[in-house]
């Protein structure tokens, strides 16, 4: 498993903006996938972005394409998510993981390493 560690979260304002980090360690970074999953109070956890292992390869849920955008930095074993055009429905607590080595997937059942979890709320 690697160890994650999210940074980022806050309020802001419908319309608003914020970048979330995780930073991993632990194991090879650039073997992993990497996805972040949001959770909202009394929902499941949902697929929000993912990431190929060497970034060529980017995957959204519906409602966030075009306004999320989701990158990693494998030198510095970092992703990322750029949220723009924030909405109150995008009020959540907002996870990155990482499933097994060189497997992708959507469904958070794949994934076995997981963040402590930023919250991000968005104000109307």
């Known amino acids: 498993q690697v160890q994650l560690v999210e940074s980022g979260g806050g309020v802001v304002q419908a319309g608003g903006s914020l970048r979330l980090s995780c930073v991993a360690s632990?194991?090879?970074?650039?073997?992993?996938?990497m996805a972040w999953f949001r959770q909202a109070p009394g929902k499941e956890r949902e697929f929000v972005a993912g990431i190929s292992w060497v970034g060529g390869s980017t995957y959204y849920a519906d409602s966030v394409k075009g306004r999320f955008t989701i990158s990693r930095d494998n030198a510095k074993n970092t992703v990322y998510l750029q949220m723009n055009s924030l909405k109150p429905e995008d009020t959540a607590v907002y996870y990155c993981?990482?499933?097994?080595?060189?497997?992708?997937?959507?469904?958070?059942?794949?994934?076995?390493?997981w963040g402590q979890g930023t919250q991000v709320t968005v104000s109307s």
């Open positions: 993981a990482a499933p097994r080595p060189f497997f992708n997937s959507n469904d958070p059942a794949d994934f076995n390493s």
């Open positions: 632990g194991r090879t970074f650039s073997n992993y996938c």
